[in-house]
């Protein structure tokens, strides 16, 4: 009998490859900033679905939502409709996650699955599309993504950051690599309001697994295996929303009693995984250098009026970029929060505070709100200091107590 384990197959390495790509992307986004590389949202379908009706009604998206989410979505559903939930089985790095868990705990002894009685299991798996509605009706009528602070998602993506708004988020991912671990996947089968969306479209799509019935022998193997739960040693076709087309109960099965089929064709396992590469995984690779591909405004401060949106000042943004952007000076940011005469301007926002132990007139440590107030409040007609000295090129610091370096090229900027 073949033992459960991870199978290095296509589809671990497809996994694999996903879970490092969108660490990866998250830890550049988090150290660097949104002006080195784009927040996660931008990287994930569901800010489509989210955004859709914002889209479709107000003609815009939802902040943090731009092309990029809307390609991979159409990628995915295109795919849904030939090889089933292949978002969930081989893209979702959430997935691949309490997949591996499971392994774990297996290997930490929970040999057997915790499961919920049947009849409970089937009305709770309902309840992923009530969060689904909620999450669309939501984000459209407070035109915001509504689910990122509580998506476990998001939480993972952000390693440890914006804790204290996403404290549920983060509540819910330790609750669910927890349950993990001697439990299949209950995030995905009650609650993803993603895998819902999916569950719609493969219930309409061209793949189905058939069981053979003369050659299976009931050992119920591939029950076991099946990551969704599903009960497929009694049926002769798995027509499941809830299939995430993973392909475990075929490898698994000693008999070869089950196939994948499209178009009510047979198709093995092998020529499937090399299918979902070829025309999944490849055009995922391709998209982000096509021409339409956007991932981040060109400015989140400023839209493409020019005009200047406050409010959308971020925690991640630079020093540098705020001056760049706004056309506020360093002088005055210095002037007003004190900061340092030599502050380090490739510093984000939410750091300079801490950084340089400065508080604001609150006596709370300065923070991005003390930086939008500046940007709000600056004048650019007001009239700068002139030189007291008509000095040219002064050298830090200056005689006059005015001493500004904008471009931190040593020399001071009220020089003529
Ligand atoms: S039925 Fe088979 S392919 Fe579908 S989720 Fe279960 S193990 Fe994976
Ligand atoms: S389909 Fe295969 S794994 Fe499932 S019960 Fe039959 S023989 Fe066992």
Known sequence: MKKSSIKFSLRFFVQLSIVVTVFSLAIIHQKFGIEKAAPVDAYCPFGAVESLFTLIFKGEFLKRIFVSSFILMSIFLVATLFFGRVFCGYFCPFGALQEWFRFLGKKLGFKKDLELPAGLDKYLRYLKYIVLAAVVYFSFYLGDLVFRNYDPYSALMHLGNEFEEKIIAYLLLFIFLISA????????????????????????????????????INCSLCDRQCPANLQIATVKEIKDADCISCGRCISYCPKDSLSFYIFGRPISKKLFSRL????????????????????????????????????????????????????????????????????????????????????????????????????????????????????????FPGDCGLYVDNNQDGFCDHSY
């Open 181 to 216: 671990l001697f439990s299949k996947s209950w995030w995905c089968r009650y609650f993803c309001p993603l895998g819902a969306f999916f569950a719609i479209f493969k219930k309409i799509g061209f793949l189905k697994i058939k069981r053979e019935e003369s050659s299976c």
């Open 276 to 395: 979902v590469v070829l025309l999944v995984a490849l055009p995922l690779l391709i998209a982000p250098f096509m021409p339409f591909w956007q991932t981040k405004p060109e400015s989140n401060i400023v839209n493409v009026q020019g005009e200047i949106n406050v409010a959308d000042i971020r925690g991640s943004n630079t020093l540098a970029y705020l001056i760049e952007v706004t056309g506020v000076p360093l002088s005055e940011f210095q002037k007003k929060l004190s900061l340092p005469l030599r502050v380090d301007l490739s510093l984000k926002l939410k750091d300079i505070g801490p950084t340089y132990n400065l508080y604001n007139k609150e006596g709370i440590i300065l923070e991005t709100e003390d930086f939008r107030q500046i940007v709000s409040s600056y004048d650019s007609n007001a009239s700068e200091p002139d030189c007291p000295f008509r000095a040219k090129d002064c050298e």
